[in-house]
């Protein structure tokens, strides 16, 4: 049994409604909980690449991406859970791990069962709720992995825009 329903939820996914990039995160993270999703990324069989501007570099530890200079290239570590779904992490600051997903390539049941097992997963590795709200609405998240339901969640109303 999926966690969400595409049929009740796909309002959410609809990029002419939220737009196309929603806002993902982790709050309240620290260096660990940096190192535990760069481990559990090298770790899950996943694709992926990490990138300082331009130059893709193997990927450091934590610790190290943390103590760059203020002014250095953000860092961006891209990962694939599947084929033709790419999520995109970029580590602005420490204490919250922000990244994007693209909605156009989570469309259906198939793609969204994808999505909440990648959020469920690391919501699991860290003991920690996994949000998304809509592109440029940060603080009203729509779903999201509880960690004492041990899924994901509906935290909005999907039938309202």
Excluded at 109 to 118: N, P, S, V, Y
Excluded at 133 to 144: F, K, M
Excluded at 151 to 158: E, K, R, Y
């Amino acid at each position: 049994m999926p966690d969400l329903v595409w049929d009740e939820v796909k309002n959410f996914f609809d990029p002419n409604l939220t737009g196309s990039l929603p806002d993902l995160r982790v709050e309240d993270a620290s260096v660990e909980d940096w190192q535990a999703l760069f481990d559990l990324v090298q770790t899950q069989g996943w694709r992926w690449e990490y990138s300082e501007g331009d130059v893709v570099l193997p990927l450091p530890p934590a610790a190290a991406v943390v103590a760059r200079p203020a002014d250095a290239e953000t860092p961006t570590l891209r990962v694939w859970p599947a084929v033709d779904v790419l999520v995109i992490f970029r580590l602005y600051a420490v204490a919250e791990i922000d990244f994007d997903v693209n909605l156009r390539e989570l469309q259906g049941q198939e793609r969204l069962d994808i999505l909440c097992g990648f959020l469920a997963v690391i919501g699991r590795r860290l003991g920690k709720p996994v949000l998304m709200a809509p592109e440029s609405d940060y603080h009203h998240p729509v779903l999201g992995f509880d960690v004492e339901a041990d899924g994901v969640v509906l935290l909005a109303d999907p039938r309202l825009p």
